[in-house]
């Protein structure tokens, strides 16, 4: 079973609009952490926000925000006043456990164009 | 610079040849991914390195493919007798955490099996 999902290959939305990307994870782990990470059309991968499975509050890192919903084991992105630089790939990706060799499982991405 | 570099950006093979693919990781950082990005794919991970800890290999797809990290810096991918299913854009990451976050990528070594 995938443990990352996202289900939205491609997003449009227009400039200064809010966009919510959608994902869904799998873990029967109590103790995991969910990212966000932004690839633009350069190729490098850019953090960008997380949420780990006890915080009690939704994590916010500037224009993005993490709509953190456990029960449901969703994890979507939100990005508030869409700007043209946004346009990019978005992968969520989840880190399941404790210990020191822990990797990262990543989804396939969403495909985001921001339109003027 | 001071972010992650990684050589070669491209290298074309043939089939059944061995490739090595280098990754400087950000000075400092104990933490060492490899992955790899198919065409419109997501990451799939390969190796992890964390300080002097045994690496975790589980995500190396076959005894082909193999890792090390020299002195906890520069670490070196190995693919031998390479398959045209190797083709893909290997990506290497540094983190100065153990928790995943705030991974820093390189740019990839895009690797093209003929």
């Known amino acids: 079973a995938q443990k990352i999902t996202q289900t939205q290959p491609g997003m449009f939305v227009q400039e200064k609009e809010a966009v919510t990307l959608d994902c869904t994870y799998d873990?029967?782990?109590?103790?995991?952490?969910l990212f966000w990470y932004k690839q633009p059309s350069s190729g490098e991968m850019i953090f960008l926000i997380y949420?780990?499975?006890?915080?009690?509050q939704n994590a916010t890192e500037g224009r993005y925000s993490l709509n953190f919903q456990k029960a449901r084991k969703s994890a979507n992105l939100v990005i508030s006043a869409s700007q043209l630089g946004d346009s990019a790939m978005y992968f969520c990706?989840?880190?399941?456990?404790?210990?020191?060799?822990?990797?990262?499982?990543f989804g396939s991405g969403t495909q985001l164009t921001v339109l003027p | 610079g001071a972010g992650v570099s990684q050589s070669p950006s491209n290298k074309v093979t043939e089939k059944g040849k061995d490739v090595e693919l280098r990754c400087d990781p950000i000075s400092g950082h104990t933490a060492l991914y490899w992955y790899r990005q198919s065409l419109g794919q997501g990451l799939e991970f390969l190796i992890y390195?964390?300080?002097?800890?045994?690496?975790?290999k589980s995500g190396l797809p076959s005894d082909r493919f193999s890792a090390e990290r020299t002195g906890g810096s520069v670490s070196t991918l190995t693919i031998q007798r390479t398959q045209q299913e190797d083709s893909a854009v290997y990506l290497c990451?540094?983190?100065?955490?153990?928790?995943?976050?705030?991974?820093?990528f390189g740019e990839g070594s895009r690797l093209t099996v003929l």
């Open positions: 990451a540094s983190s100065p955490r153990r928790d995943g976050r705030e991974l820093f």
């Open positions: 390195f964390q300080g002097n800890s045994a690496p975790d």
């Open positions: 873990t029967s782990d109590p103790s995991y952490g």
């Open positions: 990706a989840m880190r399941e456990g404790q210990g020191s060799a822990r990797q990262l499982t």
């Open positions: 949420q780990g499975s006890y915080d009690q």
